[in-house]
């Protein structure tokens, strides 16, 4: 059994920065973050391989966001650059015992309780 504790959340103004953290209690391969705005549906944001030489990015992101992990800490990373306000959710960390990390909810085993993120225009 995996348990994964988000942290790092907060309000930003936009044009700000913002770092995310997933401590994960036991072993994983491929990592993900999504997240979950009110009303809409959870949706994929990064995912990152279990040596990170492979990473995926959902388009809104790229070139703003930027995973990363440390697996002597167990720990994955989200750098977040110039925030928007449409940024503003939920962001979950999740994980999967797959090498090639997923883009897709269903597809990952386990999840964090999540981390508020809250942009302000």
């Known amino acids: 059994q995996v348990q994964l504790v988000e942290s790092g959340g907060g309000l930003v103004q936009a044009g700000g920065s913002l770092r995310l953290s997933c401590v994960a209690s036991?072993?994983?391969?491929?990592m993900g973050w999504f997240r979950q705005a009110p009303g809409k549906e959870r949706e994929f944001v990064a995912a990152?391989?279990?040596?990170?030489?492979?990473?995926s990015y959902a388009d809104s992101e790229k070139g703003r966001f930027t995973i990363s992990r440390d697996n002597a800490k167990n720990t994955l990373y989200l750098q977040m650059n110039s925030l928007k306000p449409e940024d503003t959710a939920v962001y979950y960390c999740?994980?999967?015992?797959?090498?090639?990390?997923?883009?897709?909810?269903?597809?990952?085993?386990?999840w964090g309780q999540g981390t508020q993120v809250t942009v302000s225009s």
């Open positions: 999740a994980a999967v015992l797959m090498v090639v990390p997923p883009k897709r909810v269903h597809e990952y085993n386990y």
């Open positions: 036991g072993r994983t391969f491929s």
């Open positions: 990152i391989s279990w040596t990170g030489g492979s990473t």
